[in-house]
């Protein structure tokens, strides 16, 4: 008996506890993975495709395609006005909901998603989360963007890129057999944006200037990445960004660092003349000197965040404004006929009121950014203490909401023949029509982050 071997009872307990260990593991992959999201999960009850509720690489796959808009469209299409689209993130298609979510009186904060959007190590308006550090920050820049102050000031100046992109339009005609638009109208409103955000002197340009022009080439570089860096930011930032790919194309690369040299050499000569340039003291800069208390990192956020948000944005809608002016080009002539009937000034030109009395033109901007409209559509925002009710459906508090713009868009219900480019639907609509499909057209947002650039976006679009 003092012989035997023990060994054989101990190995037959090390299976039996792996065994009880993986069916723990199982058990609780099942639950937490599979069986919560889908059965009995705060959100269960939210309909939308069985794979977003299990995980979030789902839709990840449909924005690294850069089909997300559509897909989520799609998803309202199938499931109605409450979509589950992550497991812990629900879109919102009807206008009132998106009201709700927006408002200025609802305080929403958004989503940890926008963190991402700081830059030289300070936030800005478009990163900040919370409601009220937001409204704080609004109220030291928002009258840089006032209507009254876009009209006055940037009017000559934009005038003026318009005349240097006709120019810059002629010397490509002479070496290419065909122009690409989308090239000048990013140089345009890079000079355009730059201009106003630093002042005429220290603005940029690269519709005329070879010295100028490789910083909207980098600034391209660095956005074909967006998709992947705003997916999966680690990877993208630290293994791509600093083992494989050239600067230019990290994001920000080269070109925040560019930005970034010009905005302090700026600062600098404002300082060595103590701001006493009229010229700057109308820019974006020039008002946060004079009002706001921000230090220069921070100044230098902000600027760049505008200089981005207001470039891609207006050079996207001028783009498709073409574009869908070539492919019904009996709007071409309507516009044409309208413009040629304004009067100009003693100068010749046409002040920028009068083109606010157009309604072809507005029909023709409005029709754009409603198909095309130039803003990612990810708005994401925070349900605040208590949580909501949404088109008869609660969600608690936490869940990250959205309101898709290209939903409310493209709603059958309220655009007839939703796909299709019609300005005329602007001009010929009923008194009711028109008040619904106004209430549903938000491509510059809406409420507390309504877009800031919106006076100057409308405009220079329609010059
Ligand atoms: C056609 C042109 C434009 C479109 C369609 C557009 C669209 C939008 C949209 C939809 C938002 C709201 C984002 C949200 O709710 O999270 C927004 C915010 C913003 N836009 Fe624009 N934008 C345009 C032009 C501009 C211009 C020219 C500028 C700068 C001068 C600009 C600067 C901003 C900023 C700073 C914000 C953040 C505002 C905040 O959080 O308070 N945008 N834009």
Redesign the pocket.
């Known amino acids: 008996m003092a012989n035997v071997d023990t060994t054989f009872g101990e190995l037959q307990t090390v299976p039996l506890t792996l065994i009880i260990l993986a069916f723990l593991t199982a058990g609780f992959i099942l639950h937490y993975y599979i069986l919560e999201p889908l059965l009995y999960g705060p959100l269960s009850h939210i309909p939308g495709p069985k794979l977003a509720s299990l995980s979030g690489h789902y839709l990840t796959y449909h924005d690294i395609s850069l089909r997300r808009n559509e897909t989520i469209s799609q998803w309202h299409r199938k499931y109605g006005p409450v979509v589950r689209i992550r497991p812990n993130e629900v879109t919102l298609g009807n206008p009132t909901d998106y009201r709700e979510i927006?408002d200025t009186k609802s305080r929403y904060d958004?989503s940890k998603y926008f963190s991402r959007f700081a830059v030289y190590g300070e936030d800005n308006?478009?990163s900040t989360l919370k409601y009220t550090d937001?409204q704080a920050m609004?109220r030291q820049i928002a009258a840089a963007?006032a209507k009254s102050t876009v009209v006055a000031k940037s009017e000559a100046m934009v005038r003026e890129r318009v005349e240097a992109y006709l120019e810059a339009m002629m010397l490509e005609q002479k070496t290419h057999s065909v122009v690409d638009v989308f090239v000048l109208f990013d140089c345009f409103s890079h000079d355009v944006?730059t201009r106003?955000l630093y002042g005429e002197k220290h603005g940029t340009d690269t519709l005329l200037s070879s010295q100028d022009r490789p910083l909207v080439v980098n600034l391209k570089r660095s956005q074909i990445w967006t998709p992947l860096w705003v997916n999966f930011p680690t990877l993208h930032t630290y293994w791509l960004g600093r083992k494989l790919l050239p600067k230019e194309y990290v994001k920000n690369g080269e070109y925040g660092a560019d930005v970034k040299r010009r905005i302090e050499s700026l600062m600098d000569a404002h300082d060595a003349d103590k701001g006493s340039n009229e010229d700057e003291m109308f820019s974006l800069y020039g008002h946060m000197r004079k009002g706001a208390k921000l230090n220069r990192d921070k100044m230098a956020s902000e600027m760049f965040?505008?200089l981005k948000?207001?470039q891609m944005?207006?050079a996207s809608?001028l783009t498709y404004t073409a574009w869908r002016l070539s492919r019904r080009t009996q709007w071409q002539d309507k516009l044409r006929t309208e413009l040629l009937a304004l009067r100009p000034d003693d100068d010749g030109k046409l002040p920028l009121a009068e083109l606010e009395t157009c309604p072809v033109l507005e029909a023709v901007i409005k029709e754009t950014?409603r198909l095309h409209?130039?803003?990612s559509g990810r708005?994401e925002r925070v349900v605040p203490p208590g949580g909501r009710t949404y088109s008869g459906l609660y969600v608690p508090e936490g869940t990250t909401v959205i309101g898709p713009?290209l939903v409310l868009h493209l709603d059958p219900d309220v655009y007839d023949g939703p796909l299709e480019w019609r300005p005329e639907r602007w001009l010929d609509a009923s008194e009711e029509k028109l008040k619904s499909m106004e209430y549903s057209h938000v491509?510059?947002?809406h409420g507390a982050?309504?877009?800031?650039?919106?006076h100057?976006?409308k405009r220079y679009?329609s010059l």
């Open positions: 927006y958004k308006l478009f937001h609004k963007f944006m106003f965040d505008e948000a207001g944005t207006t809608t950014l409209p130039a803003a708005q713009t491509p510059f947002g982050r309504v877009c800031i650039g919106q100057l976006g679009s």
